[in-house]
């Protein structure tokens, strides 16, 4: 048997190309994945490796796991498809991706988390998420620890985290009802990939890296109006659009309304028009666009 380089799935010797994906670049053996570590330090291994995977043809099977657990693939423009198809091509095999817990690790698994990730990207100038090498998936919620203000570690239990310059960790059940259902309004996998647009300018501060000083100034502006007034409801004890979460600090509003901006536009608007109008001028995408009949 050979193994396709690109989408590694094993063949007779005498095929001349893969049935899976139709590429025609073989090798013998186990296959060999790229090193997200040269990946990361070298320009020109990671240019001749996307130049390469970028050529072949995308995997009529990863088209499949697209249209049953992404709901948002179907709604967005054939551009707009394309650019998701090879931004989740590179996330996928650039990635170091460990299944936890008893997870196996699958092809379905990949294509389902990076297309959550990689509809953040749509409208970004962006590097693929370059500081996160690995991404870790549990079966389901797992238990971490953190250290409480005794010094003691508590238990708790998670069903993601984002770490800086570190892994993303998921629990796979949630990412997959979430991916196939935007109406929840939430989104794991939006939720702790904008924790690393966040990380991206060296501050965790909930200010992802801008165009400009103005662009700048009118997001702390707006954001800051937004989070004090999350705040005042949630003292009032109201109950709020954002939830508790939001209010913690910056950069869990940041990733809480961006999970909503992604998955309930219009609900976010009509919560606060200036914020939604900063994320479209940020993520350079209007979501409204793709749930016109809601």
Request: glycine fraction near 6%; aromatic fraction near 10%; include cysteine.
């Amino acid at each position: 048997m050979k193994t396709c380089k690109y989408c590694r799935r094993e063949n007779p010797d005498e095929a001349k190309a893969c049935a899976a994906c139709g590429s025609t670049d073989f090798h013998s053996g186990p296959a060999r994945g790229v090193d997200p570590y040269l990946i990361s330090i070298l320009p020109w291994y990671r240019r001749v490796h996307r130049k390469r995977l970028l050529a072949e043809p995308f995997p009529p099977d990863w088209e499949t796991l697209l249209s049953r657990n992404i709901a948002h693939y179907r709604r967005l423009s054939d551009q707009q498809k394309t650019r998701l198809r090879n931004d989740l091509r590179v996330l996928v095999t650039e990635k170091n991706w460990e299944g936890c817990d008893g997870l196996k690790m699958s092809d379905e698994i990949k294509v389902t988390i990076a297309a959550q990730a990689a509809l953040m990207l749509l409208g970004l100038e962006h590097n693929y998420f370059s500081q996160v090498l690995s991404i870790v998936v549990f079966p389901t919620a797992f238990e971490m620890l953190r250290d409480e203000r005794d010094d003691e570690k508590q238990k708790h239990t998670a069903a993601g985290q984002a770490y800086y310059r570190g892994p993303v960790l998921l629990s796979w059940d949630q990412a997959l009802e979430e991916g196939r259902d935007p109406g929840l309004g939430r989104n794991l996998v939006i939720h702790e990939f904008a924790h690393q647009l966040d990380f991206q300018d060296g501050y965790i501060n909930g200010i992802p890296v801008l165009r400009n000083a103005q662009q700048t100034a009118r997001w702390i502006e707006v954001t800051k109006d937004g989070f004090v007034g999350l705040q005042t409801e949630l003292e009032e004890e109201t109950e709020s659009f954002l939830g508790d979460h939001a209010g913690t600090n910056a950069t869990e509003f940041f990733s809480v309304v961006s999970e909503r901006f992604f998955t309930v536009p219009h609900d976010l608007r009509d919560y606060n028009e200036d914020v939604y109008n900063v994320l479209v001028e940020y993520y350079g995408v209007n979501p409204i666009d793709w749930f016109p009949d809601v």
